[in-house]
């Protein structure tokens, strides 16, 4: 093809894939631009996952009459002027390119006024050009409808995932906003159903108890450091409540919400030594400094930044975290003074990497790939690590991942579970109440049948409440609670392939036994057994190697019994 200058409608199109990926980044870009307008109330719908409708309604500053249908062109804005405003840029939005690229993916119909008008304005676009324009009547403030989104654009469709998942993407959206502006009122409505309101009370801590529930946001310890012109605030949970993954820990700076590594390995940091291996601290940090000390125009959606000083900010909210960290040591033991009989303080964990076993002895095979899956017999001689198993089979010496195997044992046992008429399950003495973020609220609706399937019998209890009943007999021994948390985290991603089995994959997972938990003899013949008869004895759901297998003529080889 020669070189030559794309036409205009395909070029915004393109450029408008940077910016709307999918359903939730139509919802960030049309909340920040509520938020920019100052609003105090801002109400977010979504049909369908968004694909029919996304609408935004705020009580902001509203969109003068003359200037709506321009602020569909690209690069209009109204809160920079110069490349010098965008050093000291305090608004969310400032390149002007949100709202003509949703409208080059979607219709759009907007009704606006501001306070100084006597008439609205309403104004229709279709296909990116305007097809509808009037005076109409409306409160102060602008709603912005979003219909029929990629409708034109079948790759992008085919990319989004099921209605839940898009769902919960936009719930997360606005859940972060409200953390961010405790004293703007949000509400969220995903399919005709409430999934959040917040109060806007001005405490962050409103926001928390809405999204995680009351009694998290009871145990956050409020955090407040200021030095350098530079203002941490935020709450932070006790180590004992921490969580598998790091969808409770939010990050803003000057109010926008920021995925930053940096400042996650300062909150890693500050709970150094608190947290069992694999768990997160629940955390929510708003840091406000001087705009010309963060560089916010780095990234295509803004999510990232980049602050003039790295060191010195990692270090301030190391140290604003590990000293609100301090308080709440200090309140628990108050607290286990205050119980009598409650004698056992705080206990922190020491978390020690266990040393690579396999480098000193070259690469051993992960047992024979070819031929059949199924194992020797082996004879166990011990834990080593307290991670691994160690045994003797007819050619050599295996070592077993305890937490791998024990992976491989559950999930076949959970997949025989489908084609069962009643999964083997656990009921609960006391059924337990769980309080879900909208995030999980909306993870879990689409699994709600493979769940149960699973054994999990869940009742709904209210909003965002349930009811858990019973669980998967093979989780017998766990926190449920956490587990289910826990699942809902690992598939807040989506889905791909079958939910079936990407959800026995995760409860596996959930249920198996942890490297770092000592075996007895007899638990260690057991799992070795079990995993005798799977089926795929050799691998984890997940693609790891359950076991590993040092033959004979390896280890002559290794101590240069043979060449
Ligand atoms: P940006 O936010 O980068 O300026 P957008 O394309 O998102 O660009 O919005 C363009 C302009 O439209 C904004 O600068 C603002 O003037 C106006 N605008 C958009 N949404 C709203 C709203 N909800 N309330 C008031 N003004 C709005
Ligand atoms: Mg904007």
Redesign the pocket.
């Known amino acids: 093809m020669e070189l030559h200058v794309l036409p205009p409608d395909v070029a915004s199109r393109i450029a408008a894939g940077a910016v709307v990926e999918r359903p939730a980044s139509v919802v960030k ?2 909340v ?3 938020l ?2 100052r ?1 105090s109330k801002i109400d977010i719908e979504c049909r369908r996952g968004g694909i029919d409708l996304i609408c ?1 309604a ?1 009580n ?4 003068p009459a003359s ?1 709506v249908e ?3 062109q690209r690069y ?5 002027g110069s490349i010098d405003d965008l050093v000291n840029v305090q ?12 409208a080059a993916v979607a219709d759009v119909e907007v009704s ?1 006024r501001t306070a100084g008008e006597e008439l609205g304005s309403y104004v229709y676009l279709h296909g990116g050009t305007v097809a509808q324009s009037e005076g109409r009547p409306r409160a102060s ?2 709603t ?1 409808a979003v219909r029929r989104l990629f409708r034109h654009f079948p790759a992008r469709l085919k990319f989004l995932r099921s209605e839940g998942t898009e769902n919960s993407h936009s719930a997360l959206v606005v859940s972060q906003y409200a953390l961010a502006f405790p004293l703007v009122s949000f509400s969220l409505l995903l399919e005709g159903r409430l999934a959040l309101r917040s109060p806007g009370s001005g405490e962050a801590r409103d926001v928390v108890a809405q999204l995680y529930g009351s009694e998290l946001a009871r145990a956050m310890v409020p955090l407040e450091l200021s030095a350098d012109s530079l203002v941490i605030t935020g709450l932070v949970a006790p180590a004992s409540l921490s969580r598998a993954g790091r969808g409770h820990q939010s990050t803003f700076v000057n109010h926008r919400w920021v995925h930053s590594p940096l400042l996650q390995r300062a909150i890693d940091e500050a709970y150094r030594g608190l947290l069992p291996e694999g768990r997160h601290a629940i955390a929510v940090l708003d840091i406000q400094l001087p705009a010309d000390r963060v560089d916010v125009n780095v990234h295509p959606s803004k999510a990232q930044v980049k602050f003039a000083d790295e060191q010195s900010m990692f270090r301030y909210v190391r140290a604003a975290v590990s000293a609100a960290l301090g308080k709440t040591r200090i309140a628990s033991e108050a607290q286990h003074l205050a119980a009598p009989g409650a004698a056992v303080g705080q206990t922190a964990w020491s978390v020690s990497e266990p040393e690579p076993l396999l480098s000193p002895f070259g690469t051993p095979s992960l047992a024979p790939t070819t031929g059949s899956a199924s194992l020797p017999p082996l004879r166990i001689l011990g834990q080593v690590l307290t991670t691994y198993i160690v045994a003797e089979g007819p050619d050599g010496m295996y070592v077993i991942d305890q937490h791998a195997a024990h992976e491989r044992v559950v999930y076949e046992r959970l997949l025989e579970q489908r084609g069962a008429h009643s999964p083997e399950v656990q009921g609960l003495l006391e059924p337990l109440t769980i309080e879900l973020s909208p995030t999980e609220d909306a993870v879990l609706s689409g699994l709600a049948d493979a769940l149960a399937t699973l054994g999990f019998a869940l009742e709904p209890f209210g909003e965002r409440t349930l009811l858990l009943r019973s669980i998967p007999a093979s989780l017998a021994d766990s926190d449920a609670a956490a587990t289910l948390r826990g699942i809902l985290q690992d598939l807040s991603q989506g889905v791909q392939g079958d939910t079936f089995e990407r959800l026995a994959v995760s409860v596996a997972c959930h249920a198996a036994v942890r490297g770092g938990q000592q075996l007895t003899p007899e638990e260690m013949r057991q799992l070795v057994r079990q995993l005798e008869e799977c089926a795929q004895p050799r691998t984890c759901p997940h693609g790891r190697p359950t076991i590993v297998h040092f033959s004979v003529g390896q280890l002559e080889k290794l101590f240069g019994r043979r060449a």
Request: overall charge negative; aromatic content about 6%; hydrophobic content about 40%.
């Open positions: 870009e049309l920040e631009n509520s920019d307008a609003a935004v705020d902001g500053s509203g969109i200037q321009l602020a569909f209009a804005t109204s809160k920079i608004s969310l939005g400032f390149r002007g390119e949100a709202l003509p690229s949703i606006t403030g602008t912005i």
